[in-house]
């Protein structure tokens, strides 16, 4: 199964965007879920965690400005991000935490321009 993350965009520094990625219907809500996201210079860094009772964990990029959130209803998780800047660009891809190799969808892409 791969996980599908859509709500990317082209926006201007300081601008807001949110991501989702549902889940298959079976999916285990009990997992802690995570935001990736790749430069084509970097290797696939976590961004954002969100443990099965709401935990939540930050990469330092991303305290303060951005928020993950879930609902295991929906089986959904979300990331708002807000006052986005440049170096924000990437792809981003939601996974388990740690990701599952075959869990990765193709991301949604996010460019920020100054």
């Known amino acids: 199964v791969q996980l599908q993350a859509s709500g990317g965009g082209q926006v201007q520094a300081g601008d807001s965007l949110n991501l989702t990625c549902v889940a298959p219907?079976?999916?285990?809500?009990?997992?802690?879920m995570a935001w990736y996201r790749q430069t084509p210079e970097n290797r696939r860094t976590m961004v954002a965690s969100?443990?099965?009772?709401?935990?939540?964990n930050y990469a330092d990029p991303a305290k303060g400005r951005f928020t993950i959130s879930r609902d295991k209803g929906k089986k959904a998780v979300y990331l708002e991000m807000n006052d986005l800047k440049p170096e924000d660009t990437a792809i981003y891809f939601c996974?388990?935490?740690?990701?599952?190799?075959?869990?990765w969808g193709q991301g949604t892409l996010v460019t920020v321009s100054s």
């Open positions: 219907e079976n999916f285990n809500s009990l997992f802690t």
């Open positions: 969100i443990s099965g009772n709401g935990v939540t």
């Open positions: 996974n388990t935490k740690p990701p599952v190799p075959s869990y």
